[in-house]
Every structure is written in C-alpha cells, then in structure tokens.
C-alpha cells in the first residue's frame, strides 16, 4: 500500500488535464517487476457498430488479462444476483443498456476471466463531497443531472420523471438523508433554478455540459456548482480506481481497466510512476 500511495498524486488535477491533447481512444500497457495493466479509455457510447467495441474485443482477443476492472458500474454488481443477470446478456443487449462497461463484463464471463467494478460506492464519495462543504441538496440534484446524458444515449421511451426513480430509490436507501427530497420533480425543479435555463431531454452535448467537469476551467456563463462537483469527484473516483487497479497489480494480477477516455489518461501517470 505505501507503494500505491506515493504514487495516487501523480494523478492529473481537471485543469492540467485540460491541457492534455490525445487521441480518443486512449489505450496503452505498463509492465514492470511489479505486473502489468492494460487500460482501454474510450467514450461512453451505447451503439455496438461504435470502434469502441471491437477495440474492446480485439484487445481481449490478443492479450491475457485475468482481471477486468471497469468504471461506470457500482458496488451493487458485485451482488450474487446481478452477476447472474449479467451472465445472461447477450453482447448486442449489454452495449445498449451498459454501454462498454457492461459490453465489456459480457466479454469477460464468456471467457472466464474475473471481474469488478472499481467505482467509489456513492455513500463514500457524498460523504467526501460532504467533508469538503458541498451541500447535499446540490449533491443530489448533480447525481441526478449526471443520469441525464446515459438516459438520452439510451434513446429511453418512458419519462425521465420515471427512468430515475430506481436510482433515487437506491440513492435513498444508501444515504438515508432526512433533510432532502428524492422525488425526481422536486429535485429536477431544484436544478433547474442552479441551471437558470431549461434542461434538455434531447440533445446529449447539452446535457452533457450541465456536469461537464472541463468547465471548471472556463468559468463561462453556464458554469455552475454542478460542474465544480463533477471536476471534484472526479478526481476523487480516480484515485479510488486506480487504487483498486494497483492492489490487483500487487496481488499478482494483470488486470484491464476499461474506463472513460478522460479517466485513462488522467491515471496514466500514476501508473507510469508505478512502474518505473
């Protein structure tokens, strides 16, 4: 662990990742005395015929992880019974509801490589967000607006209104906040006097931009808490997936960590650190 802690710092800050020009996707394979990780950094998508996918294949096709780490996924899948439904998925059903963390969950179980999700469970990132003097009615209304842009890519059909009661419900069991409400208008409306402007359920840039955590570092006319708070979180989800990724490393695994494209290139260089 002291290893794995002098190293977590050399994770990219919002602003000097702002900085970084890459290409998307982002890959790249670390080895050393110590093992080796594969990342796969791409965007979120839902679409099987996106490159993303068969980048994920051709990599499970052409090296040997026994670990799959994915982002995107919460502790909740680590439960007996999810991880049967998943085992149940076909591909073509896993892009379109999972996107590429649960494509790539698919892939692992048809060849009997081991899984996880490396995501902070909620309850211990809001309690982070808290220490820090965000306010919890803010931290709710960004958890929801952050479901926006999955709930557009997935084209849903049924009400937003009613795509986030079962996260809000969970969201609910998990925090047990008293002075809150979970009821998706009641907190739509709370955001929509922060936003100070209509929220989409349309076009997914714009949703998008609500959180987006690159604006902290324009401080435009549409730069609000909620993108403080991604930026914050973000690095805060970063630390804590990479952690899991190296503890894996230093019990003899070779995970892959299939991630979003920002995430990849933001803990790169605590893995090159790492390695070295």
Known sequence: MQRIDAVLPHILSIEAYAEVVHEIPYTYELSGERGSVMVIGVNHVHRLDHPAFTLIDQVFEHTEPDLLCVEGMDNDFKEPLARQLLATLSP??????????????VRAIARGILWQPVEPADDV???YLLSLGFVRAD????????????YI???????????????????????KWQDVSYDPRVILDYALGVLKRDITLHSYDRAFAYTDPLAVTKHDNDFTIFNTL????DV?????????????VQ??????????VAHAVMQEPAYRAYFT
């Open 125 to 127: 990132l809001f309690s």
């Open 230 to 233: 991604s930026a914050t979180a």
């Open 92 to 105: 073509e059903v896993a892009a379109e509801r999972g996107g590429e963390a649960v494509y790539a969950v």
């Open 236 to 248: 805060f989800r970063d630390r804590a997936m990479a952690m899991q990724v190296l503890r894996a």
């Open 251 to 260: 019990t003899g695994k070779k995970p892959m960590l299939v991630c979003g």
């Open 153 to 175: 890519a997935q084209g849903e059909t049924i009400a937003f209104d009613a795509y986030l009661e079962p996260f809000l419900a969970e969201l609910a069991r998990e925090t």
């Open 139 to 150: 931290i709710i209304a960004w958890y929801v607006l952050r479901l926006l842009p999955q």
